[in-house]
């Protein structure tokens, strides 16, 4: 080839090249464009979870648009992890969405924040819905300072779940709900094991996913009522901690940290990662305990019988109930169509449906009673019991500043439970309490 | 070039050196192309032998190679690359055209304060953008540019320090006659830039393109900022929301990590003398 | 210098000038004035409270030192760890040897892949389960008798978390490797050929020759090493979240967390200020002293 040749050729592949880019921009900027027709209103509805939970958005919106034909949703989904943090991201940027939703725990720091609509007089005077049809206990967990900033979407409790297949098969008897500690003690040993021989424990009976429970059981509240400061380094506390650290180093029935960490990164199988969920569809542990969001995942995803079943009581018999709600951005331009949106996810049309799905309780009593929630097909075989809950438990741990307290407990806890540097427990709350202490003072 | 420059030794012991030299380059060689080995295989696995451990680079059977058709299709992906793609360009063009234009007045026009002007710059350069960043995100607040892709592009308009210095090195080294000869005849500065340096700083432009498209290909930190929907979203942003939805298929995972990494493989094949081209303009003198 | 000649400089220059005032200074300048209030992102309020971030950031703030430290560990760490590598490579790669080309492509080749994908890469390679590098390892415990339980747990482990994202950075050791492969190849011939007929050798002409002659060399890829390992974000955000037990709680990831996930926006601009500081005297620092040991001789 002359060099004369080359340049030319080399000259024309810089132009394609320039096209080509030129091209790529502006198809992709023919993509940008919002395709509202004029006179229809747009809300943002931001949005999270599995897959599975996004299948069923989109059935409920196709609804809601053909119902409400002068607006529009924009389904604005993220996946699970990092959700709060990016409506967090999105506040502070002038960028929120209209109407989200969001768990019971973190409620409270958004509303202290003012960043959600009160909804009591749009409650108040709609005519399809009323303040009774929902769970007090649930009305409450939205009310911050006399005023209500959510509707709820549906009320969970912390359940345990189990795989019937593996406690057959290691002879143990199947949970229920007279289960104690010690009877999840006494089994997991059995459980507990290395099942493929490469001297590796591959399968344990429990994975202890939410610490605060154990203070609970133990009669410690973590916020004091009165004067709202930590209280977690009381002896209380101490022994619900100690109990805590006991299942995995005196008991062996709960992986270390680290192994936890590893065994959801090596899963293999999955498809759906969930990070810790996964495990239990994995066979990696038998027993999980966990809200009822998963149930679709886990009919998709356990190849073996399973069920439902109350936690195990500990000292005292306290369960973790929570919900989510859907408030109303603070910086929506149009509050009565996102109310329109909040009233239609809250009332019997979407209940209805989520009672058949089975992945929650619905929201309403009525409909949480009728056997459209009670009598679908197994699994799981037993719920009844989840109604009984919401009767009896309150919504907890709730606090403004949950996501600040929680990351400096959540990081304590690591270290005492941890088996490369640990603290003792008493120290290492003490330390934790101080700290929380500490930025509960500084309002900052 | 490499080649010729090299200090010939003589008889048996240059032998010796020489074999044990090439011993020593090939093992290096392979401990820095293993894990891109390791990566090519977890790839192609099938679900669930990832965990095979050696066996693994041993053995290649049970290889499946519909793990990137999933990873793919698991996300909008084609949209994400198209985002980056986009973005990536449009950024790398405003950055080297004002960069090119700011680094001719560096070079070639002598004004007061000039070179006090130039260090600033460089040392701009060791400030981590995290330190302006809560002023900067509440700037393109104010501007309403949240969630759109402006706060990715419009400040590479104003060039960017380290192609500045590139560029400005590399006019250095060009000749002064022929742009003096060009303003006698009458071309304008901005003529004479057009038409007589552009042209001639071609090699380096390239090089700072190259530069440029790699930053921002990987770029995290910006779209970890400013993009919230999701068909806004940049690869880097869709990869990490597919680990947080699928954190145990990590054969899909790294099928989608290849993928990713692809444009800038194949950039730096066609282009690697333009690479090092620009390290030794830029890391030289000064 | 002549009017005109100045008038078109500013004009040429002034992108840059305006992107200096709009993306730096005023962001500097604002950032300072708020690291001496109280700033909620979230709600926007602001309330001046003077020097008590600073205050609670020296006295009361455990993870701002640990930050501080893993930081400067990171620094002491990879700095000179990746200036040895790449000249020892560039020294190996400057012999008469073939295929030069194809170990400089497979050393440089890495240092183009830096994004979230090549982090995911390396979270998979250090997997303490079924990561490569336990993988190579496993089988040499095994033979040893050594109980598993002891592998190295590379990003999970404490005391291992740091020091597997400095041998991570290794593989970043190319462009380094290529400026001082440029800089031995500038060095004239006939200073070695007179040393070898004083008799030095190699060690003698590497430390009286080869390393003074790089010095600029060194100078720079120590000031960008330094630079670079200061602004390292995504392994940290990415590959460890700051973990575990903040062993790998990198100063910017730790001024990210207080901005974008606390969003305290005033402590936030503390912490940034800073770090904004140190740089600015560590940099002063190296150039200072880089002047009594560099030479710009040889031209």
């Not at chain 1, 010690?182 to 009976?205: A, C, H, L, P, Y």
């Amino acid at each position: 080839m002359t060099s004369d040749l080359r340049e030319r050729l080399s000259l024309w592949a810089q132009w394609a090249l320039l096209v080509l880019a030129i091209l790529v921009i502006g198809y992709w900027l023919t993509l940008s464009r919002p395709d509202v027709p004029p006179g229809v209103i747009q809300l943002r509805f931001g949005n999270f979870g599995t897959p599975e939970q996004l299948a069923q958005e989109k059935v409920i919106l196709a609804e809601f648009e053909r119902t409400h034909p002068h607006i529009k949703v924009k389904l604005e989904w993220v996946s699970a992890g990092n959700y709060l943090l990016k409506l967090k991201t999105q506040i502070a940027g002038g960028n929120a969405p209209d109407v989200t939703w969001m768990g019971s725990g973190v409620f409270y720091e958004f509303a202290a924040k003012g960043a959600f609509l009160p909804l009591e007089t749009l409650l108040a005077n709609d005519p399809d819905l009323k303040r009774d049809d929902f769970y007090p206990t649930m009305i409450d967990a939205y009310t911050y300072k006399g005023h209500l900033y959510g509707l709820p979407k549906d009320n969970t409790g912390t359940v345990l779940f189990y795989n019937i297949d593996a406690l057959e098969k290691a002879g143990a008897p199947l949970p229920d709900e007279t289960w104690t500690w010690d009877d999840m003690i006494r089994w997991g040993q059995q459980v507990t094991r290395d099942t493929n021989g490469d001297g590796r424990i591959d399968q344990f009976m429990y994975l202890p996913l939410w610490d605060y429970l154990h203070f609970y059981q133990h009669g410690n509240p973590v916020f004091d009522p009165q004067t709202g400061r930590c209280v977690i380094d009381q002896p209380s506390g101490v022994a619900a901690m100690q109990f805590r650290r006991d299942l995995v180093y005196k008991h062996h029935i709960a992986p270390r940290p680290l192994e936890t960490a590893t065994l959801i990164a090596s899963g293999g199988s999955g498809d759906a990662g969930m990070g810790a969920f996964d495990l239990f569809p994995l066979g990696r542990v038998v027993c999980l305990p966990c809200n009822m969001a998963v149930v679709p995942y886990y009919r998709k995803a356990c190849k073996f019988r399973w069920d439902i079943t109350k936690v195990p009581r500990g000292p005292l018999d306290v369960q973790l109930i929570d919900g989510a709600a859907y408030p109303i951005l603070a910086q929506t331009k149009h509050p009565h169509e996102a109310w329109e949106l909040v009233k239609f996810y809250s009332g019997p049309w979407v209940q209805t449906l989520r009672a058949k799905a089975g992945d929650s309780v619905p929201s309403l009593r009525a409909l949480a009673n009728s056997p459209l929630f009670l009598d679908q097909p197994p699994p799981p075989a037993h719920r009844a019991f989840v109604l009984n809950l919401f009767d009896r438990y309150h919504v907890f741990p709730q606090h403004e500043r949950l996501g600040a307290i929680e990351q400096i407990t959540g990081r304590w806890f690591e270290r005492i439970l941890s088996d490369e540097n640990p603290i003792d427990v008493e120290p290492g709350l003490r330390q934790a309490a101080a700290e929380v202490n500490r930025l509960l003072e500084s309002e900052d | 070039m490499a080649d010729a420059m090299t200090v010939p030794l003589p008889g048996r012991r240059a032998l010796a050196s020489r074999v044990l030299v090439w011993t020593a380059l090939i093992l290096l060689a392979s401990i820095f192309m293993l894990p891109f080995l390791w990566m090519i295989r977890i790839a192609l696995s099938e679900a669930d032998r990832v965990d095979l451990g050696l066996r693994l680079l041993l053995d290649w059977s049970g290889l499946d190679i519909r793990n990137f058709a999933r990873a793919w299709q698991a996300q909008p992906f084609n949209r994400f690359f198209l985002n980056t793609l986009a973005v990536t360009l449009l950024g790398v063009g405003g950055e080297v055209l004002a960069s090119a234009l700011v680094a001719y007045g560096f070079a070639r026009m002598r004004f007061p304060g000039n070179r006090a002007l130039f260090l600033l710059m460089l040392s701009t350069m060791m400030l981590p953008s995290q330190v302006t960043m809560i002023p900067v995100f509440m700037l393109f607040r104010k501007l309403e540019w949240i969630d759109t892709f402006k706060p990715l592009i419009v400040p590479s308009l104003f060039g960017a320090p380290f192609s500045i210095f590139l560029l400005r090195q590399f006019i250095m080294t060009l000749p002064r006659d022929l742009d003096e000869a060009a303003e006698l005849d009458g071309c304008s500065v901005l003529g004479t830039w057009w038409r007589i340096l552009l042209p001639l700083m071609k090699p380096a432009m390239l090089t700072v393109v190259i530069f440029s498209f790699i930053g921002r290909w990987n770029d995290l930190l910006g779209p970890l900022l400013y993009l919230n929907s999701q068909e806004k979203f940049t690869l880097s942003l869709g990869l990490m929301a597919f680990r947080g939805l699928y954190s145990t298929a990590w054969n899909q995972l790294m099928a989608a990590s290849i993928v990713v990494m692809l444009p800038c493989l194949v950039l730096f094949f066609t282009a690697q003398r333009y690479f090092i081209q620009g390290l030794l303009i830029g890391g030289l003198k000064e | 210098m002549s009017r005109r000649e100045t008038t078109h400089g500013y004009l040429l220059i002034s992108p840059w000038i305006a992107g200096f005032l709009l993306f730096t200074l005023f962001p500097l300048a604002w950032s300072l004035a708020m690291s001496f209030c109280r700033w909620d992102l979230i709600s926007g309020d602001v309330q001046w409270i003077a020097l008590r971030n600073f205050q609670k950031l020296l006295l009361h703030d455990p993870r701002f030192w640990q930050a501080l430290k893993v930081t400067a560990l990171f620094v002491v760490m990879s700095v000179p760890l990746g200036i040895a590598g790449s000249l020892a490579l560039a020294l190996l790669l400057n012999q008469p040897v073939r295929g030069i080309r194809v170990f400089r492509t497979i050393f440089f080749l890495p240092a183009v892949l830096s994004g979230v994908a090549f982090s995911y890469l390396w979270v998979n390679v250090f997997n303490p389960e079924i990561g490569m590098l336990n993988a190579l390892i496993r089988p040499i415990y095994q033979a040893l008798g050594i109980s598993l339980d002891h592998l190295p747990r590379w990003i999970y482990g404490i005391r291992t978390a740091l020091p597997s994202i400095v041998i991570m950075g290794l593989w970043g050791i190319g462009p380094g490797t290529i400026t001082y492969l440029a800089g031995l190849q500038g060095i004239p011939r006939t200073f070695y050929e007179a040393a070898e007929i004083d008799g030095a050798n190699v060690w003698a002409r590497l430390r009286h020759i080869t390393l003074p002659m790089l010095s600029p060399v060194i100078l720079f890829n120590l000031i960008m090493g330094i630079i670079g390992s200061f602004q390292v974000f995504t392994q940290g955000y990415v590959m460890t979240g700051g973990g575990p037990q903040d062993a790998t709680l990198f100063y910017v990831l730790y001024v990210w967390q207080v901005a974008f996930q606390e969003f305290r926006g005033g402590y936030a601009s503390a912490l940034a200020w800073v770090l904004f500081l140190i740089i600015l005297a560590l940099t002063l620092l190296t150039f200072r002293m880089s002047r009594s040991h560099v030479h710009y001789g040889g031209k």
